[in-house]
């Protein structure tokens, strides 16, 4: 791996507190007490916030039907009473990807690169041709009637090729919905978040890149902080947001690597571990199908047991494994899309299929022209989609990861839900996505693609 890239979702934990939606107090001000989630497998009480307001303490987040609360306290043991599991929030960390931007807008259906799409920065997305998505546009399926949550971190909201299919947007961090500089993003570019929701669902509106389900909605619900920073309470209040909104697939780019074992800390493992179960498995039963990246650390996750990714082996989250082709600029039209991606997670315990997430392992340093533009020929291979808006200038650029993976995933889901008239349930969308996925690897199952690699079945 070129040591100029940083992938997405390589996280760690932290102890802290998150700051979350309508909150107040900073976290240097929540010295004496911690945020703590409570989490129970039957609804809380409505007299909850009452008993929360007779202690003196602070309810952050709330969802009584969902039994799910969060609360600032220094006495975390009082709500034992209402709940199996009452532990105290974590902060994730994650390295952002920031690789080459394009300013300024660029660019309807045929495969890259010279498709001759009034898109043109299209002729650089190998990955919607890895999935098929084009063939699915010819035969009118473009993700009409489904919206598609993203919870990540901050979102330009103005940037033409996402505007057109906006939804609605909520933040969980208490940061503002914006994404902006930060001290790992000095000019505030590289924006995770946009990066995924416009691989998921850019507009097809003759600017820039296109979505894989151009014709689907999206909401757009921050719960990183914008230097790639967030929390368990910001992570499950959005899980919980997007379920009751209502959304048909909801995308994780994101995660953490929860040390396992017994000793110190593990009955707090297992408690967040819990409440993850609970969020998702409402988002299930609510009719979302939740789709989240493998991770990044090059982990065989059957034989390394010594952590579990969370959120992707939880039950009921689809956990997407990355692939990449190698100096596809070269030769696009013959170029091999699915090689496993150098720094992906593996293993059938973590992986339900593979898609793009694209590489730098092309091992030349000469330069490839493509759709106008030269670079580097390695660069192609990364996956490309929009950045953020800075000025008067919408941005795109190339990143790579799991996290570029998963919303390729997504956005096949919303095409194949599209297609049978907007309704299905996740269940049944994991089906259809196995029928649809290439056999790689050996026949069914394997540790690289899991039951296959996406494909749109066009």
Known sequence: MRNTLLFGLGVFILAGCGIQEEKSAPLSALSASRTYIVSSATALPGDFSGFVKAQGDTLRAFKPEAGFASVTTSNPKAYKRFADVVVEDVRLERNLPKVEPVAGPSLDVGNPPNSGDDDTRFNLQWGHDAVNAPEAWNAGVRGKGVVVAVLDGGFSLNHPDIAPNVVGWADMTGEGIAYGPNPDDPTGIFSHGMHVAGTIAAADNGLGTIGVAPAAKLLLVKVLFNVGSGSFEDVLEGIYYAADYGVDVINMSL????????????????????????????????????IVAAGNDGRDLDKDRSTTVFPAQMPHAISISATAPVGWAKAPATTFLDNL?????????????????GDSSYPGNENCTLAGLTRPCWIFDLVFSTGAVVGPSAFYYWSAGTSMAAPHAAGVAALIISEKGGELHPAQVKAELAARAADLGKPGNDDVYGAGAIRSGY
């Open 341 to 357: 991606a150098s720094y992906s997670n593996y293993g059938q315990s973590g992986v339900d299929f593979s898609a793009p997430g």
């Open 255 to 290: 995660g953490a690597d929860i040390p396992q074992g017994s000793g110190k800390g593990s009955n707090e493992i297992a408690e967040l571990r819990k409440a993850m179960n609970r969020a998702i498995g409402y988002a299930y039963q609510k009719g979302a199908t939740v």
